[in-house]
């Protein structure tokens, strides 16, 4: 393997215990973790087109319940089926293909307990927000580096480098290469046999998706969930052909990927980025493509699509959370929560704009109001996503972290470490809108936790006042005052006493307020500390 | 007919051509107006039950085509077909029916052109907004009265006299009655046969409903558009049993009011009001009902859902328009303009709160903030709806506006006769957002009329400033200044010279800005006088 030596450095640096990667035909695995990727690895037939001549997929079994997962070629007559079991205990497995060598094999293995830090996929949870398979909630601090896995390897590990000291847990990233920083990091793999500009459609191009899966193992193993892009509209001048396959050729992309990647636990399918952008389809491939996906994943790993200027149809069945750009949504405490009423699905802002100093606007933000967005999604019940495009001088290429990865250069992660920490100390179920027709500023859970937040308002102090859900006479609690930006907490002395005021509304039975710095981006927390709770008279869905 | 001599009245002042009600079995007229009401009556069979026992339809042709419309019961032995023609010139009619004495039926007759002050009924038109049949666009200012119709008749017809003096031209209004306010005016007539708590649901009532047809055909001759609210919540001790239906008869009063109404040209059917609060039912039965008025009625009008704390899919194809409750999304000018994007269909905000002195925070507006709401909306390019409850001092029953009719106490109406006046000036293809992603205050047509809001700011000055679309180097612009509460429109002296500023905006080429009063609810009016046009690069789904 001479052409990878960094690869095959990163692959025995990283590989699971049956991984096998580049190691064909060996003997599979008799252990692996729960959650973790178990594969097979088979010797098949070499010639013709392994990928349009033969079909291979095992049935996986425990006793209690069987799962097939389709196998793909890697190629060098290398065939593999991968596999991401969901229980402990003993699983046993049977091979059917189109070809004899690769039919009715068969072995077993054992699942072992996960492995510190494997919590297993994310899923939806409580309607509006995500938990891990094993029940730990997810709080998504999301960033985004489109095609930082089209660059040379050391770019490649800074990126990894950053984002391992970064707050983010969730990385949006395209399959394909963009043309944008193309001009001193040209993509040197393409998804499809044959030249860049020239795809062979009909044989897909091993050594790329190698250097995918390596890289989403590498995400997973810094805890980073990979939302990965299956297309987009970022070829500019449209040479490499991959937003005009073929609707055959289109499908089996999918279906290859899914099989390639849908036993990583961290993966997320994101249909497209801008979808609308994309010229050459319709929305109703747009829903082709999901149930492609939906049909071939076993694991039923979360899904979405983004946004241009025209909003997808999220309520669409196969569509598991909102994925959104819309920078005007979350200019303001709480407005994004409109989507939530209308979707009944988590919704993620992964474009409230970018921190930038670019010539469009939509990469402008300051690093206060990108940290202003985060917050202001939070207490909706919703979640936001970063990236930054800050152009250094004299660079022509614009190396950014949005395109390319490498550093950040913004002052925005620190505060989103900060918030990250705010949303992993509160409520377990996330947190939602307290009073959402009529007061947007807070959320949280009913009589037990608050965070109000102002936004842009620079208020001298508030005057404690509650919706009534969850609270009673002599319900108790403590308040701190917290500053987003210099992420500082300051308990407010002594204790507030409901006592209510109006058919809506408990205040302190001392009638105290809350001294407030007169800042921009202040928040505070209320927790509840003792005293009856009260009864919940307007219930969200599925409370 | 000695119990209806008022009713018998208004049917002789408000009948059409062929009304023909309670003349049994009278001869059609021989002419009717283009989207006027073509009513056949046929005499039939009295006996066993002729709701369950007897189907009739009628078969309306021009020789290019072919409408089905099906009949009703009217009592009394009395069978009749009702019929909307959209198109003038000859047609012909034949009849099927279950039983002889209704089938093999025929006649004919002439459409005319339709009368002065008829447009047809309204459509959806331009994807976000409504156009009657003939293109005339229709600017929705709407009102509810839920109950009127179940009102001693003196209330009833001051109830028109007010909308006749009023600016409204659409009114949401219930079949069933409600509880509310009946102790002094308790409901005397009921849907089904029997007892208002004893319904029989195998039979109608057509006195019942021959009330509703008078009461909907004066609104159509007032020029208002009917908002038929077909189910509602409003039984608060379920003695009515209008919300425990059994399915089948669900659909069959459905059909039957389709039946009676749909050749009515002002009706809108409404599923319901506070769909989510009506506790018997589930999301796919009012699904259903949606598909059972839609394949019921031959003419397509328009078909919406209203919510109280879980919003509809609207996105459902059957739904033509959204109707939402949801006073937050209106608070602030143009932030309603999201729900826009996630329907792509006209957003009529029919509960944004109402003004009043209730109770309940949900009608507590004043009138001022009434104004407000409507002009936050109408700038996102959607559409608001009024009413009011005022309580008079001692009155125990509560007779407002929102749920019996009477007058008009409060002090928007004229404030909204204005923002009408101003919206049927405007862009006959209606208002649209014109920088949606960044700027919420501006709605209008690009490059040629701006209606610019400030709602609740009191900026002392606006410097002319405006995106790019649609605008060139030198186009230019009369500007005027609105106080929507005041109803002054303010002329600004000289002209604005369109000159590029930066990628996206325009400024005024001598740097002019406008004074402003610095008052809430200022608003400015933008509309082009000359200079060339530019170019519009953000196009809207359908520009």
């Given at each position: 393997?001479?052409?990878?030596?960094?690869?095959?450095?990163?692959?025995?640096?990283?590989?699971?215990?049956?991984?096998?990667?580049?190691?064909?035909?060996?003997?599979?695995?008799?252990?692996?973790?729960?959650?973790?990727?178990?594969?097979?690895?088979?010797?098949?037939?070499?010639?013709?087109?392994?990928?349009?001549?033969?079909?291979?997929?095992?049935?996986?079994?425990?006793?209690?319940?069987?799962?097939?997962?389709?196998?793909?070629?890697?190629?060098?007559?290398?065939?593999?089926?991968?596999?991401?079991?969901?229980?402990?205990?003993?699983?046993?497995?049977?091979?059917?293909?189109?070809?004899?060598?690769?039919?009715?094999?068969?072995?077993?293995?054992?699942?072992?307990?996960?492995?510190?830090?494997?919590?297993?996929?994310?899923?939806?949870?409580?309607?509006?927000?995500?938990?891990?398979?094993?029940?730990?909630?997810?709080?998504?601090i999301?960033t985004t580096?489109?095609?930082?896995?089209?660059?040379?390897?050391?770019?490649?590990?800074?990126?990894?480098?950053?984002?391992?000291?970064s707050p983010?847990?969730?990385?949006?990233?395209?399959?394909?290469?963009?043309?944008?920083?193309?001009?001193?990091?040209?993509?040197?793999?393409?998804?499809?046999?044959?030249?860049?500009?020239?795809?062979?459609?009909?044989?897909?191009?091993?050594?790329?998706?190698?250097?995918?899966?390596?890289?989403?193992?590498?995400?997973?193993?810094?805890?980073?969930?990979?939302?990965?892009?299956?297309?987009?509209?970022?070829?500019?001048?449209?040479?490499?052909?991959?937003?005009?396959?073929?609707?055959?050729?289109?499908?089996?992309?999918?279906?290859?990927?899914?099989?390639?990647?849908?036993?990583?636990?961290?993966?997320?399918?994101?249909?497209?980025?801008?979808?609308?952008?994309?010229?050459?389809?319709?929305?109703?491939?747009?829903?082709?493509?999901?149930?492609?996906?939906?049909?071939?994943?076993?694991?039923?790993?979360?899904?979405?699509?983004?946004?241009?200027?025209?909003?997808?149809?999220?309520?669409?069945?196969?569509?598991?959370?909102?994925?959104?750009q819309n920078g005007l949504a979350t200019t303001d405490p709480?407005k994004?929560?409109?989507?939530?009423?209308?979707?009944?699905?988590?919704?993620?802002v992964?474009e409230a704009e970018y921190e930038g100093n670019h010539i469009y606007r939509w990469a402008q933000l300051t690093s206060r109001e990108m940290v202003h967005r985060f917050w202001a999604c939070t207490?909706?019940?919703?979640?936001a996503g970063h990236s930054e495009f800050f152009v250094q001088p004299?660079?022509?290429?614009?190396?950014v972290w949005l395109?390319?990865?490498?550093v950040l250069r913004g002052e925005s992660a620190p505060r989103l470490a900060f918030l990250?920490?705010?949303?992993?100390?509160?409520?377990?179920?996330?947190?939602?809108?307290?009073?959402?027709?009529?007061?947007?500023?807070?959320?949280?859970?009913?009589?037990?936790?608050?965070?109000?937040y102002f936004g842009h308002e620079k208020?001298?102090?508030?005057?404690?006042?509650?919706?009534?859900?969850?609270?009673?006479?002599?319900?108790?609690?403590?308040?701190?005052?917290?500053d987003t930006w210099e992420m500082?907490?300051?308990?407010?002395?002594?204790?507030?006493?409901?006592?209510?005021?109006?058919?809506?509304?408990?205040?302190?039975?001392?009638?105290?307020?809350?001294?407030?710095?007169?800042r921009d981006g202040i928040a505070?927390?209320?927790?509840?500390?003792?005293?009856?709770?009260?009864?919940?008279?307007?219930?969200?869905?599925?409370?």
């Amino acid at each position: 393997m001479p052409r990878f030596p960094r690869f095959l450095l990163a692959v025995l640096a990283f590989a699971l215990p049956a991984a096998g990667q580049l190691r064909a035909a060996a003997p599979a695995a008799t252990t692996v973790e729960q959650w973790g990727t178990y594969e097979i690895a088979l010797q098949g037939p070499a010639d013709g087109n392994p990928f349009l001549d033969v079909t291979l997929r095992a049935d996986f079994s425990n006793g209690a319940k069987t799962v097939t997962v389709d196998g793909f070629y890697d190629g060098d007559g290398v065939y593999r089926i991968r596999f991401m079991p969901d229980t402990t205990g003993r699983w046993t497995w049977f091979t059917h293909s189109t070809r004899w060598p690769l039919t009715q094999k068969r072995g077993a293995f054992t699942v072992t307990a996960p492995s510190k830090g494997n919590h297993g996929p994310v899923r939806v949870a409580n309607f509006y927000h995500f938990a891990y398979a094993d029940g730990t909630p997810f709080k998504q601090i999301g960033t985004t580096c489109y095609t930082w896995t089209h660059r040379p390897a050391e770019v490649e590990e800074q990126t990894l480098a950053t984002l391992a000291a970064s707050p983010f847990n969730k990385l949006r990233m395209c399959v394909f290469p963009q043309t944008h920083g193309t001009s001193t990091m040209p993509p040197t793999r393409f998804p499809f046999a044959g030249e860049g500009t020239k795809p062979d459609y009909t044989r897909f191009n091993p050594e790329f998706f190698q250097h995918l899966d390596k890289r989403v193992g590498q995400l997973r193993d810094l805890g980073i969930e990979c939302d990965l892009i299956l297309f987009h509209p970022y070829d500019d001048d449209h040479i490499w052909g991959l937003d005009t396959m073929p609707p055959d050729v289109e499908d089996r992309y999918l279906r290859y990927i899914v099989a390639r990647l849908g036993a990583y636990r961290n993966i997320w399918w994101s249909m497209a980025n801008e979808y609308d952008f994309v010229r050459t389809k319709t929305e109703a491939d747009w829903d082709r493509y999901f149930r492609v996906v939906q049909a071939a994943d076993p694991y039923g790993h979360l899904r979405s699509i983004h946004n241009g200027k025209v909003i997808y149809n999220h309520n669409q069945p196969w569509v598991t959370h909102v994925s959104l750009q819309n920078g005007l949504a979350t200019t303001d405490p709480g407005k994004i929560q409109l989507y939530r009423d209308v979707y009944r699905k988590p919704i993620v802002v992964d474009e409230a704009e970018y921190e930038g100093n670019h010539i469009y606007r939509w990469a402008q933000l300051t690093s206060r109001e990108m940290v202003h967005r985060f917050w202001a999604c939070t207490i909706a019940g919703t979640y936001a996503g970063h990236s930054e495009f800050f152009v250094q001088p004299g660079d022509a290429s614009e190396f950014v972290w949005l395109g390319q990865g490498g550093v950040l250069r913004g002052e925005s992660a620190p505060r989103l470490a900060f918030l990250r920490k705010i949303m992993e100390d509160g409520p377990a179920t996330g947190i939602d809108p307290i009073d959402k027709w009529w007061e947007p500023r807070v959320g949280g859970k009913p009589g037990e936790y608050y965070l109000w937040y102002f936004g842009h308002e620079k208020p001298a102090s508030w005057t404690f006042q509650l919706y009534r859900d969850g609270i009673a006479e002599g319900t108790t609690f403590a308040v701190e005052v917290i500053d987003t930006w210099e992420m500082t907490i300051t308990p407010v002395s002594g204790e507030f006493v409901a006592k209510k005021k109006d058919r809506y509304s408990f205040v302190d039975a001392a009638g105290r307020s809350v001294a407030l710095p007169g800042r921009d981006g202040i928040a505070l927390r209320i927790r509840r500390t003792g005293g009856p709770a009260g009864e919940i008279s307007d219930k969200p869905p599925g409370y």
